[in-house]
């Protein structure tokens, strides 16, 4: 894709500003949009609604004297590469509509499978408003409680990646701050005014009678399905939060006490700080629930001060244990995403997938492994709700490209090719890699890393670009993953392991 070699080098001094300098400069097109595009991963159909000529040619470049970062970002090459790059050689043409994308939650007809996530993104009305204008299905409301909430400050903290961007976020945020009373009105509001929105309302009661009269409330307030937060791993004092997740009795008696409450489907939002979450989700199905909702922050531990010894986020000489998300936590979601849709006992239950989604095609492998739905938190929280945009645009070329006519035919469609273990791999072949010397500029990492964290099978020539020694090689493509350049790549040709 042409996005990794962009993101790496080109645009790593693009801030994707809100009411962009280039955008207002440019008479011709919209520079903030299509870097957004290259950003998230949606190059393609980005190139795809591009006019047939590139206006950039004849153009001397406001938008880049007019960024914010004057000249440092090359917003016209940027643009030319995804005409020349990416518009010449797609092979379908944007599609018309979003017709794909329309799927049901629980049977709940939905515009697409975007959903904010249960958290500070989907917790007032003018929040979830704005979401829904600009294209979110719907939205999971930050977690009802019937208690006081009192939060600390700061808390948030991250994890950046080289290019500033946050790749893991830690919060110690809690519940709701608003009252349950409160909470209601904004659910009548919003569906008198957004009836085919879906809303999710997220609750946590301290026993059975309050799941139940919290889960009766907001049926009675519009709500459209229940989401049982049997997960938040800042709630745990008190047997609260992921206390209640990480035991299956528990989970079973307060997703019972919640369905006799309601006739809205009951989802039940799991922790995965626990080793399999199927015997919860297990535990959900017995009592009623139609489907689970996965998976919510990891416990962390992030930043600690060398000086001061303390992690964070810190609050006033103390920190805690909080709840680890973004684009980090993706491998372990889809893990337990794909644990529940293969479990024999759940392959009726719905999934709504989350952890780490930022674009497009994470959302897609969140489907291919058999969510149904997709909820986001950190990546709006990073880049707004404007990610809509790229989320859909993208996903429905995908499907339309692919040949899919609806996107509840692409859920699942990955889990014939995961195994729980890697006893089911062919192990008498060898994969070798292969060096584009074109690409590559001689910086040596892959012998580096071939040399002390592999098998001493690459080397340098005399013009410092890498030679394989395949007498040493075993296939591992650590040299692939470690080159900036991208120029390593797989040969076709499958090598026969010679045997000792």
């Not at 009592?287 to 001060?305: D, F, L, Y």
Request: hydrophobic share 40%.
């Amino acid at each position: 894709m042409l996005k990794n070699s962009i993101r790496r080098s080109d645009m790593l001094r693009c801030a994707l500003c809100l009411d962009a300098p280039c955008s207002q400069a440019c008479t011709h097109t919209d520079p903030a949009r299509i870097l957004r595009s290259i950003w998230f991963d949606n190059e393609e159909a980005c190139g795809a609604s591009l006019p047939a000529d590139n206006p950039c040619m004849i153009c001397n470049a406001p938008c880049e004297s007019a960024c914010i970062r004057p000249h440092e970002v090359p917003i016209r090459n940027l643009i030319s590469r995804v005409y020349d790059d990416v518009n010449t050689g797609l092979s379908s043409n944007i599609p018309e509509d979003e017709e794909r994308l329309k799927t049901h939650f629980c049977g709940i007809p939905v515009d697409n499978p975007f959903l904010l996530s249960s958290s500070v993104v989907a917790s007032t009305y003018e929040m979830c408003a704005a979401a829904f204008e600009a294209g979110w299905a719907g939205a999971a409301f930050k977690t009802i409680c019937p208690f006081e909430i009192h939060e600390a400050s700061p808390r948030f903290s991250a994890l950046s990646g080289d290019n500033g961007t946050i790749i893991g976020f830690k919060n110690i945020e809690q519940l709701s701050d608003h009252s349950v009373q409160e909470n209601m009105e904004i659910f009548r509001r919003l569906k008198k005014n957004y009836p085919n929105k879906l809303i999710l309302a997220s609750i946590m009661g301290r026993n059975d009678e309050e799941w139940e009269e919290l889960a009766r409330l907001c049926e009675e307030n519009g709500a459209d399905a229940i989401e049982l937060n049997f997960s938040c791993p800042n709630m745990a004092e008190g047997g609260l939060g992921s206390d209640i997740g990480t035991d299956p009795a528990l989970v079973e008696r307060f997703t019972a006490a919640a369905v006799r409450g309601t006739s809205l489907p009951v989802f039940a939002k799991l922790t995965p700080n626990v080793e399999k979450m199927a015997p919860a989700a297990i535990a959900a199905k017995r009592a009623g629930a139609r489907g689970i909702a996965a998976i919510n922050t990891i416990k962390s531990i992030v930043n600690v001060n060398p000086h001061s010894y303390i992690s964070a986020p810190a609050v006033h000489g103390m920190s805690s244990v909080g709840g680890y998300s973004g684009n980090a936590v993706r491998p372990i979601a889809l893990r337990f995403i794909a644990e529940l849709a293969n479990h024999p006992e759940l392959k009726d239950m719905e999934i709504s997938g989350m952890g780490g989604i930022e674009s497009w095609s994470d959302a897609l492998e969140f489907i291919m492994m058999g969510a149904s739905t997709v909820q986001v938190t950190t990546a709006v929280m990073q880049y707004g709700i404007r990610i809509i945009d790229d989320l859909k645009s993208g996903l429905n070329y995908y499907l339309a490209e692919a040949g899919i006519d609806h996107v509840s035919e692409a859920a699942g469609i990955g889990l014939d090719y995961i195994s729980e273990t890697t006893d089911v791999l062919e192990r008498d072949t060898i994969l070798y890699p292969k060096f584009d010397h074109s690409k590559c500029i001689g910086c040596g990492r892959c012998v580096i890393s071939c040399r002390d964290g592999g098998h001493q099978a690459v080397q340098l020539n005399e013009n410092r670009r890498p030679v394989l020694n395949g007498k040493r090689c075993v296939g591992c493509h650590l040299c692939r993953l470690v080159c900036p350049q991208s120029a390593v790549s797989a040969v076709s040709k499958r090598v026969p392991v010679q045997k000792k």
